[in-house]
C-alpha cells in the first residue's frame, strides 16, 4: 500500500491524503482552507495519473483513473470535471434501515440452511463461491483472508447458504460499520448462479438482518450498483431505502 498511498504536509500541518487502490480508484481528501487545498489538489490529482501511467506500463494496459464522490458534494463533482475526468452511467447507491421496524422473515426451501462461516480452512471454497455468484476472477484467497483478519470482523456475522448437498450456495457478510456498532452492514451478498432467481438472497439477508439486530445494531444497511436492479429490489422488499448516492468518474491516462 505504501507505493500507492501519498500523504501531503506543511509545517507540521496535514493538508491532504491519496490512495490509489487495487482498481485504479483515486480516493483522496483536502485541508477545507482553500488557498491551500487548490494546490494539494492538482498534486493529488497528478500523483494520481503518474501512479495509473506505472501500472499502464508495467501491465500494458490501458487502465483509467477513476474516482467518485456523494451525488451531493458539487465542490468536488466540480473540482473532478475541472481536472479532466469524465462522469460516467453507473452510481453506488447507499440503503438504510432501522432495525426497530418489523423484520419479515422468509422461510427456505427444503435442504437449505444458513450457517456462520466455520473457518480460515474453508476461505478457498468462499473464494469459489464470490467468483461463482458474480462471474468474476476478482476475489482472490488472500483478499478474503484480509477481510477476516480485521478488527470489526465478526465470523459469527459471516454467513453462508449451504444446500442439502454441502455445496455453498450464497454468502451474507455482515458487520458493523462504527466502533459502538449500532450500525450493521449486510453486504457483500452473493448467490451461486446454480440458485439464483429462487428467492434464496431474501432468506439470506433476513436472516443477516435479525442476526444484527440480536447483535445490538439499531440500524442495518447495504450498498449495490445502479446497475444491478435485482439487488435494488431485494434492498427495497426487505424494508431498506436508499439514502445516498455515490457518483464514479474517470481520466483518461496518457
Not at 465478526?154 to 455482515?174: I, K, N, P, T, W
Not at 446454480?194 to 438482518?209: D, N, P
Not at 439486530?213 to 436508499?242: D, H, P, R, W, Y
Request: aromatic content about 8%; glycine content about 8%.
Amino acid at each position: 500500500m505504501r507505493a500507492n498511498w501519498r500523504m501531503w504536509k506543511h509545517a507540521g500541518q496535514v493538508l491532504g491524503y491519496a490512495f490509489v487502490d487495487d482498481f485504479n480508484n483515486l480516493w483522496f481528501d483536502t485541508v477545507p482552507e482553500q488557498a491551500l487545498a487548490c494546490e494539494v489538489e492538482a498534486e493529488v490529482i497528478a500523483w494520481g495519473l503518474a501512479c495509473i501511467r506505472r501500472r499502464n506500463l508495467a501491465t500494458g494496459l490501458e487502465n483509467t483513473l477513476d474516482s467518485t464522490c456523494r451525488a451531493d458534494n458539487p465542490q468536488r463533482i466540480q473540482l473532478l470535471l475541472e481536472y479532466g475526468f469524465v462522469l460516467q452511467a453507473v452510481r453506488t447507491l447507499r440503503y438504510s434501515r432501522p432495525l426497530s421496524s418489523p423484520i419479515v422473515t422468509y422461510p427456505l426451501p427444503d435442504g437449505f440452511s444458513i450457517r456462520p462461516v466455520q473457518g480460515k480452512d474453508e476461505v478457498e471454497r468462499l473464494v469459489a463461491l464470490h467468483r461463482a455468484a458474480f462471474g468474476t476472477d476478482n476475489m482472490t484467497v488472500e483478499q478474503r483472508l484480509a477481510l477476516m483478519s480485521t478488527p470489526q470482523y465478526r465470523q459469527d456475522l459471516d454467513l453462508l447458504l449451504v444446500a442439502s448437498d454441502h455445496e455453498l450456495a450464497g454468502f451474507c457478510v455482515c458487520g458493523f460499520e462504527d466502533p459502538q456498532e449500532k450500525i450493521g452492514y449486510t453486504d457483500p451478498i452473493g448467490t451461486h448462479q446454480h440458485y439464483q432467481g429462487r428467492g434464496l438472497g431474501k432468506a439470506l439477508v433476513s436472516a443477516g438482518l435479525l442476526a444484527l439486530q440480536s447483535a445490538g445494531a439499531q440500524v442495518a444497511e447495504l450498498g449495490t450498483s445502479s446497475e444491478n436492479i435485482g439487488m435494488q429490489k431485494l434492498a427495497s422488499a426487505l424494508g431498506f431505502e436508499c439514502v445516498s448516492e455515490k457518483m464514479w468518474f474517470s481520466r483518461t491516462v496518457v
